[in-house]
Nanobody, 126 residues
Framework: EVQLVESGGGLVQPGGSLRLSCAASGFIFSNYDMSWVRQAPGKELEWVSSSSSGLLTTYADSVKGRFTISRDNAKKLVYLAMNNLQPEDTAMYYC????????????????????WGQGTQVTVSS
């Protein structure tokens, strides 16, 4: 059974930090590009960051310089370290996986992802 299980969300004050984790199982992790995607209340899905199977990383402009994605292929984990969080970062954060062969598709194309987690809520508020 394929599973992506996110954890690490919570309530944090503006300027604070959180580290999200995503534990994968049921598929060959190293063959998949991994991404974090978020959805704020009443808004569409927003791609945040990706780590390719070849360990290349990329970020949305809105989080560049504040968020860092990493992955541990041996442990089948992907992380998102988030610093200097702002109220506009409040959202449900989802971990998503797509085959490395989908590299021609934009990172932001939700339909290119094969597996999704249930999400972890991040709330930034004073």
């Amino acid at each position: 059974e394929v599973q992506l299980v996110e954890s690490g969300g919570g309530l944090v004050q503006p300027g604070g930090s959180l580290r999200l984790s995503c534990a994968a199982s049921g598929f060959i992790f190293s063959n998949y590009d991994m991404s974090w995607v978020r959805q704020a209340p009443g808004k569409e899905l927003e791609w945040v960051s990706s780590s390719s199977s070849g360990l290349l990383t990329t970020y949305a402009d809105s989080v560049k310089g504040r968020f860092t994605i990493s992955r541990d292929n041996a442990k089948k984990l992907v992380y998102l370290a988030m610093n200097n969080l702002q109220p506009e970062d409040t959202a449900m954060y989802y971990c998503a996986a797509r085959l490395k062969t989908a590299y021609l598709s934009p990172w932001s194309q939700a339909g290119s992802y094969k597996f999704w987690g249930q999400g972890t809520q991040v709330t930034v508020s004073s």
